[in-house]
Each structure stands twice: as structure tokens, then as C-alpha cells.
Antibody, heavy 126, light 108 residues
Framework: EVDLLESGGDLVQPGGSLRLSCAASGFVFERYALSWVRQAPGKGLEWVSSIRAGGMVTLYGDSVRGRFTVSRDNSRNTLYLQMNNLRAEDAAMYYC???????????????????WGPGTLVSVSS | ELVLTQSPATLSLSPGDSANLSCRASQTLRGKFVAWYQQRPGRAPRLLTYGASNRATGVADRFTSGGTGTDFSLTISRLEPEDFAVYYCQHFDSELGTFGQGTKVDMK
């Protein structure tokens, strides 16, 4: 059974930094792409960042590009999100998710998120 | 930039009713399909359907998704009490992930 457990959420001041971790088990970690998805209180879901299986390809949403860095340690089955220069609008529950790639034709993959952690809460306030 | 627009924002129904949720994309999807998620209060979302109408593990067959191009749908037949929740559609092309804003299915 896939298990994802986030940690590292905390209250931080605007402009501060935080590193989130996600410990994974129940699947061959090094073979799967992973993402971070966040949800501000009372709001919808927002994709934040993704990292491919080998760790060499990383992607970011416009709202966090240049401030957040995603990384992974395949030897420790752990995903990370380094968050710098935090803003009030970054306050949210952060979910670690495992990607599911479904082949849909020539050079076509449909990507969904088939396993989710319970989330870790980040608050940004002075 | 891709935008997924879900409608309606809220659907008020009774147990046993059918729910029809819509997700419209602002452009033809490179990955062809959207995925659908259910989120109950205080819980993490869970994957319901993905690809060409595939149900995730453990998802009841009363959940059916469909659509192509820019128009997609999720149908929930014979609503059970545990189905009253918020539903999101999602697409991820090669560079960016996008969610719809959600449809809340609440009890009339």
C-alpha cells in the first residue's frame, strides 16, 4: 500500500523559509514522478511543483517559480520542497502526491495524481 | 495558459439522485483527458477517474467520466450519503498542472 507522509509545516514570518519533506513507502520510489499540490484555507487545489523520477526535470507553477525548489533523495525515498521568500498567499495545506502516467497515443501521456499524503500546514504571518 | 472551468459551482441534490458535473477546457488538451477527484471535508483529495474513463482502485462504478476535446463530464449515479463532497477536474500537460475551481455537491 502506498503511503506518503508530509512533515515540516510551521508558522513562518513573511520573507522566511521552510523546507517540507515527504516520506514515501509502498512503491518503487525511484520509478515515479512526484508533485506538490497546495490548498489555501477554504479554497481550491493548486498544483505547485513536479519532479521526474530521475530528479533531473523539475517544473513549477508561475506563483512559486524562482522561490521554491523541489528535490528528491531516491536513496531515502524522500521528496522535499524548499520554500524561500514566503508570502502570505503561500499559506496553505501542502500535499505530496504520486503521479500516474497513462499512455494516450503517440507522444501523449495523461498525468493524474493517484496517491496523496494527509498534508502539512504552512502558515505565513508576522 | 490552460484554464479548466467547472460548472455548476454548487449542485444541491438528494440521496438517490444523479449528479452531472462539467469541466470545460480553454483549449484542446495535449494529454487528451482530465482526471477527477473527490474531496470530503477535512480530508485529502482522492483520485476517482483518469485517462479514458478509467476508475481508480476502489472507486464505485456509479462514478463515470467522459468527454473529449474541451468538454468533459463526471456523472455520479444514485448518490450515496458519502458522495456529498467537492469534486475537482485536473489536467497536466508536459509543463504545468491545472485544476478546475471545484463543484460542491451538497445535500438538498
Amino acid at each position: 500500500e502506498v503511503d506518503l507522509l508530509e512533515s515540516g509545516g510551521d508558522l513562518v514570518q513573511p520573507g522566511g523559509s521552510l523546507r517540507l519533506s515527504c516520506a514515501a513507502s509502498g512503491f518503487v520510489f525511484e520509478r515515479y514522478a512526484l508533485s506538490w499540490v497546495r490548498q489555501a484555507p477554504g479554497k481550491g487545489l493548486e498544483w505547485v511543483s513536479s519532479i521526474r523520477a530521475g530528479g533531473m526535470v523539475t517544473l513549477y507553477g508561475d506563483s512559486v517559480r524562482g522561490r521554491f525548489t523541489v528535490s528528491r533523495d531516491n536513496s531515502r525515498n524522500t521528496l522535499y520542497l524548499q520554500m524561500n521568500n514566503l508570502r502570505a498567499e503561500d499559506a496553505a495545506m501542502y500535499y505530496c502526491v504520486k503521479e500516474l502516467w497513462t499512455y494516450c497515443g503517440d507522444d501523449c501521456y495523461s498525468i493524474s495524481f493517484d496517491s496523496w499524503g494527509p498534508g502539512t500546514l504552512v502558515s505565513v504571518s508576522s | 495558459e490552460l484554464v479548466l472551468t467547472q460548472s455548476p459551482a454548487t449542485l444541491s441534490l438528494s440521496p438517490g439522485d444523479s449528479a452531472n458535473l462539467s469541466c470545460r477546457a480553454s483549449q484542446t488538451l495535449r494529454g487528451k483527458f482530465v482526471a477527477w477527484y473527490q474531496q470530503r471535508p477535512g480530508r485529502a483529495p482522492r483520485l476517482l477517474t483518469y485517462g479514458a474513463s478509467n476508475r481508480a482502485t476502489g472507486v464505485a462504478d456509479r462514478f463515470t467520466s467522459g468527454g473529449t476535446g474541451t468538454d468533459f463530464s463526471l456523472t455520479i449515479s444514485r448518490l450515496e450519503p458519502e458522495d456529498f463532497a467537492v469534486y475537482y477536474c485536473q489536467h497536466f500537460d508536459s509543463e504545468l498542472g491545472t485544476f478546475g475551481q471545484g463543484t460542491k455537491v451538497d445535500m438538498k
